[in-house]
């Protein structure tokens, strides 16, 4: 008996999520050997990553684009650049992702609203409190987001020896060391996000308690399922 073909949106997330992985293990490499060769593999998986959805649809264009832009990792390598793109990361994402929920906060469907129908269904919304309790979540996540966005690249300019400011030969106006610079950048902001995530879901389970709520697993497993819908911005119904 053969298995059937993963749908696009299926091969996206399981390819997705055996790559990504991959990713936090070369930045930190990369940061503790100070070898740019870590920071290009990093650099290269993400832009992999990122691109899955188009590369595996096998769209022309999309191969072109990938190859250009992996052309141009190899060139900010050779220059010696990579290090310093990696480290850019961390900053680009963490500002993308709170404008990505920061955005929503004007339309009459804030981000965390999206998730919970992902997870709950719609009709999870008209329960005592949800709606109001969803918006808060979306803005707490839109400035705890931006806070770290914009101390990362405090950390990226500052640090002393390595940081932004310091290789353009400029003063900088508060110099951190150099290694906990890195730490951060690489592991502390992650580790972060990780800790106000399971914070956050022990808040909602406290502040909502006359509710039943999903185990944590089983939070997480729909969210990856319908990851795709949440990025699009479509209501989704939990099955």
Known sequence: MTSSPLSPEHATRRYGLLLLPAYPLLA?????TQ???????ALALLL????????????GTSWLLWSGVL???LLSWRCGFAGA??????????ALLAAWFGRTL????PLVERFIVAIEGAERLRQPGVAAYARQVTWFWTVLLGGQALLLAVLLLCADHD???????????LVVPARWAAVWLHLG????????????YGCRRWRLRHLPHPGLHDMLLQLALHWPQLLRGKRVVAP
């Open 35 to 41: 070898r740019q060769v870590f920071a290009l593999l």
């Open 163 to 173: 940081g932004l400011l310091a290789r353009a030969g400029i003063a900088a106006p």
């Open 106 to 109: 004007g339309t009459p469907e």
């Open 48 to 59: 992999t990553v990122l691109m899955l959805p188009q590369l595996l649809a096998r769209r």
């Open 189 to 200: 902001g992650y580790l972060l996000l990780g800790v106000a995530f399971l914070a956050e």
């Open 28 to 32: 930190i490499a990369g940061a503790v």
């Open 85 to 94: 793109l990696l480290e850019a990361v961390p900053v680009l994402i963490n």
């Open 71 to 73: 052309f141009g990792l």
